[in-house]
Nanobody, 127 residues
Framework: QVQLVESGGGSVQAGGSLRLSCAAS????????IGWFRQAPGKEREGVAV????????YYADSVKGRFTISQDNAKNTLYLQMNSLKPEDTAMYYC????????????????????WGQGTQVIVSS
């Protein structure tokens, strides 16, 4: 059972930055997808940034390209999401999620394909 614990959310003004962290229990899979989803009130959960460890392939939603960066510290089993130039529309609950193997069959991550989820961390961006 993979356990994911997020941290780093909070409130920030537009234009500010936050870094989310996701501490993961050790994986037994040779390759997997791990990344970040978000869900705003009244909206569907969307994939924000994902990395496939087998090849290092990354995915970013168009809305965050150039502003968000996903990275991993394998020694610490920790995933990060550096969020810069934050906008009010980035306000959402952010979830760390992991899936065994490849996850970008549709060209984007599908939440139903991710088996493991953290509890979420809230990000609020005020204008």
């Amino acid at each position: 059972q993979v356990q994911l614990v997020e941290s780093g959310g909070g409130s920030v003004q537009a234009g500010g930055s936050l870094r989310l962290s996701c501490a993961a229990s050790e994986y037994t899979y040779s390759a997997y997808c791990i990344g970040w989803f978000r869900q705003a009130p009244g909206k569907e959960r969307e994939g924000v940034a994902v990395i496939y460890t087998g090849s290092g392939t990354t995915y970013y939603a168009d809305s965050v390209k150039g502003r968000f960066t996903i990275s991993q510290d394998n020694a610490k089993n920790t995933l990060y999401l550096q969020m810069n130039s934050l906008k009010p529309e980035d306000t959402a609950m952010y979830y760390c999620a992991a899936a065994r193997g490849w996850c970008l069959y549709a060209g984007r991550p599908i939440s139903a394909d991710f088996r493991y989820w953290g509890q979420g961390t809230q990000v609020i961006v005020s204008s």
